[in-house]
């Protein structure tokens, strides 16, 4: 579920009112890495540059963001990567990495610290979905270099729905795909009262999409930019309000450890460049889907 579950229920549980940015005064530091091997401490900006290459790690098996296709690494995140490592002068190694239970562990195994038997750290990790507050609890992790908004939105086939695209209350008597305990899942299920019939669940939004073009179900809920670049012909796809979800959508950017703060500042200025000339624009249109720019 892309580490998106821990984000779900903060979306889940947030007031109706909105609320000051947090200032972290109530979190309690972590404790500071001490003994920690060289692979797991990560690499400079100075190194990176001496060495010639960074490694970023982006998921594995997450079209259109990031995906193996004829053998070579592909997608959005992917294309982002290597327009990174353009910016800063050296090649970029893509690293494509295992979606865990939470989004701590990800930042665990690939941004700060690595995973207890045979893993390291990358310099970068992309897909970072920021939330202030959840940052507030990782001294050891910066999120920085905002590149897109991501949100909710359904799919559905024009020929089920000639008038108007579905909402989430229709999901009460017609079908809907959703990936497995993501936030759509969370959703429809504990705040639409969909019925449990109606809800069928799938590995991925991929396939849900592939379930709604062999007519598995009506329509599919999920991230707007999968569902736009997963739709075929007669599919349709809308972000309709979505009643008592706080927030329907969020920030994507960068995570990387915490030390190495002067490689943040010099992606920030890359993706801001990108942003600005287009060419983040230009990659998500490559992939069929529209680009949001995320608050920076």
């Not at 590149?147 to 017609?174: C, L, N, S, T, W």
């Amino acid at each position: 579920m892309r580490a998106l579950a821990a984000l779900a229920l903060l979306v889940l549980a947030a007031p109706a009112a909105a609320q000051p940015t947090p200032t972290c005064a109530d979190y309690v530091p972590q404790a500071r890495m001490q003994n920690t091997f060289p692979q797991d401490v990560g690499r400079d900006l100075d190194r990176i540059r001496e060495d010639g290459w960074i490694e970023i790690a982006v998921y594995e098996d997450f079209p259109p963001w990031s995906y193996m296709a004829d053998g070579a690494a592909q997608g959005i995140d992917v294309d982002l990567a290597r327009l990174i490592g353009e910016g800063l002068g050296v090649e970029t190694r893509i690293r494509m990495v295992q979606a865990g239970e939470t989004l701590d562990q990800d930042l665990l195994n690939y941004v700060y610290r690595g995973a207890a038997v045979g893993g390291h750290v990358s310099n970068l990790f992309l897909h970072a979905p920021y939330d202030p507050a959840y940052a507030c609890r990782f001294d050891q992790v910066v999120f920085t270099g905002i590149y897109a908004e991501e949100a909710i939105g359904i799919a559905y086939r024009q020929a089920d729905y000639p008038d108007k695209g579905p909402v989430p209350a229709y999901f009460r008597y017609d079908t809907v795909g959703v990936e497995n305990d993501a936030i759509s899942d969370f959703y429809l299920t504990s705040l639409v009262g969909a019925a449990g019939d109606k809800v069928r669940r799938y590995r991925s939004t991929a396939a849900a999409m592939e379930g709604l073009a062999a007519g598995e179900v009506m329509a599919v809920m999920g991230p707007l930019t999968e569902l736009q670049a997963l739709s075929g012909d007669g599919v349709l796809v809308h972000t309709p309000p979505l009643l008592g979800l706080e927030r329907s959508s969020w920030t994507l950017g960068v995570g990387l450890s915490a030390q190495h703060r002067p490689l943040g500042y010099e992606v920030d200025a890359i993706l801001g460049d990108a942003v600005a000339d287009g060419r983040l624009e230009a990659i998500f249109a490559r992939y069929g889907a529209t680009y949001r720019p995320g608050l920076r």
